[in-house]
């Protein structure tokens, strides 16, 4: 399989487990009480959409070692168990924009945009992008947005050119967030972008 191939694949492959988690996040409350014991479930035979939903549920269970609690978040399950930092954007006066999440890093690296919907995967020279589900967005957005109001920004304006934003990031082993000061330049009144740029070799520059 070629840089390409192999890229294309890990974006693919990344983008279908977050609309799968964000599939699984939207089931109510009662379709996840008939389907998450495997060994008491209903005759589902003449309900499509319940089995599918009940395989959906045995395969991340499986895949990601959930246990049968973290049905009830598999959001936030997702965002400690994978997700390797948080990364946000955010205005002047502190109001949060979006984020960007790193979903992996080192060969290849792939980040998903809570702002554009977008994934991006970077390996050597190699770039391939590809969208999620609006809906799959929104979820992961609105989780960001969530984490996101319990941190206290502190911006430096006006006075400099140089204007102090933090980034934060999700720690895998508890999903705590952590501050870690990053800069950004602006010359006028504009949103800014709270970065850790990546090495330019594992940007694909």
């Not at 960007?100 to 792939?110: D, M, R």
């Not at 999700?170 to 800014?192: D, I, R």
Request: charged share 20%; net charge negative; glycine share 8%.
């Amino acid at each position: 399989m070629s840089v390409s191939e192999d890229l294309l694949f890990q974006v693919n492959g990344k983008c279908d487990v977050l609309n799968d988690f964000a599939r699984l996040a939207a089931v109510n409350g009662d379709d996840l009480a008939a389907i998450r014991d495997p060994d008491d479930r209903p005759d589902m035979s003449d309900n499509p959409d319940l089995a599918e939903l009940a395989n959906l549920v045995d395969t991340i269970v499986n895949d990601y070692g959930m246990g049968t609690d973290d049905l009830d978040d598999p959001v936030g399950f997702y965002m400690t168990d994978s997700v390797l930092s948080v990364e946000y954007t955010m205005a002047y006066d502190g109001t949060y924009l979006g984020a960007q999440l790193t979903l992996a890093y080192g060969g290849p690296n792939v980040y998903l945009d809570t702002r554009t919907g977008v994934v991006d995967g970077y390996w050597g020279g190699e770039h391939c992008s590809r969208s999620v589900d609006p809906a799959t967005c929104q979820v992961f957005d609105d989780r960001c947005a969530e984490y996101f109001e319990g941190i206290t920004p502190r911006v430096d304006w006006p006075g400099s050119a140089q204007v102090s934003t933090p980034a934060v990031i999700m720690s895998q082993a508890n999903a705590q967030p952590t501050m870690q000061a990053a800069t950004s330049v602006a010359a006028a009144p504009a949103p800014a972008v709270a970065q850790n740029v990546a090495p330019s070799v594992a940007r694909g520059m």
